[in-house]
């Protein structure tokens, strides 16, 4: 009953540092995506991926890339890390064809220092 | 430019008596619409949605109410109860294209007192 799995949880990086937010989901999903949420705010697409081998850029995705080489997986990297970049990090995934549930992992708690 | 709003950011009710939230959004375009429920530490988790299509949609102690002219929805919850304390986000999406990506509002934190 693993849905979609986040790792770290938590994570403290030094500006300039470079890591992967691992996303991973088991429940055949065809889209995926990363969001972003600052504290008081919404959440803010990253990047999204339609499938394996298709990735697009959403509203915030300067400092980041990601690659989908599987279906099940979907990572995050961060180049060169920032303040700005300080947030918590969710994943998600939804089913292809009709209807608009996305289903999100617990999230990854980002410091940047 | 934020085309979905949730302009209330905390809202107080009793228990047992009924939570109203708002959401107002700006692209004509979005046809689908999402409330997601968060508590803290943890994803937000579905709750209920409406298509354009419709103006109402019931689940349970949760109704979502959809004035597509206004470019305005409303989640009810009733009766209210301590356990539904958490942020409610509003989301919109265009059900065809794109990805299908979700935007969000910023927010209302729910607190349903004793």
């Known amino acids: 009953n693993a849905g979609v799995t986040q790792t770290p949880k938590f994570r403290i990086l030094k500006i300039g540092q470079s890591m992967t937010l691992q996303c991973t989901q088991d429940?055949?999903?065809?889209?995926m995506y990363w969001y972003r949420q600052d504290p008081g705010m919404g959440l803010k697409l990253i990047y999204y991926s339609v499938g394996a081998g298709i990735t697009d850029k959403g509203e915030v995705p300067n400092g980041y890339n990601v690659s989908r080489s599987t279906t099940e997986d979907f990572p995050l990297r961060l180049e060169l890390a920032a303040p700005s970049q300080t947030s918590v990090y969710f994943c998600?995934?939804?089913?292809?064809?009709?209807?608009?549930?996305?289903?999100f992992g617990e999230g990854s708690w980002l410091t940047v220092v | 430019d934020q085309q979905v709003k949730q302009n209330s950011p905390s809202l107080s009710v009793q228990e047992g008596r009924i939570s109203i939230l708002n959401c107002d959004y700006t692209n004509s375009m979005f046809d689908y619409f999402l409330w997601y429920k968060k508590y803290p530490a943890e994803g937000p988790t579905f709750l209920i949605s409406i298509s354009s299509i419709k103006d109402k949609n019931e689940d349970g102690r949760f109704t979502v109410f959809l004035n597509k002219s206004a470019k305005h929805l409303s989640l009810h919850i009733v009766p209210s109860q301590p356990g539904d304390s958490a942020v409610y986000f509003c989301?919109?999406?265009?059900?065809?294209?794109?990805?299908?990506?979700?935007?969000f509002g910023t927010g209302t934190q729910l607190k349903v007192e004793l």
């Open positions: 429940m055949n999903h065809n889209y």
């Open positions: 989301a919109a999406s265009k059900l065809t294209g794109g990805g299908n990506k979700l935007t």
């Open positions: 998600a995934s939804r089913p292809g064809g009709g209807g608009n549930t996305i289903y």
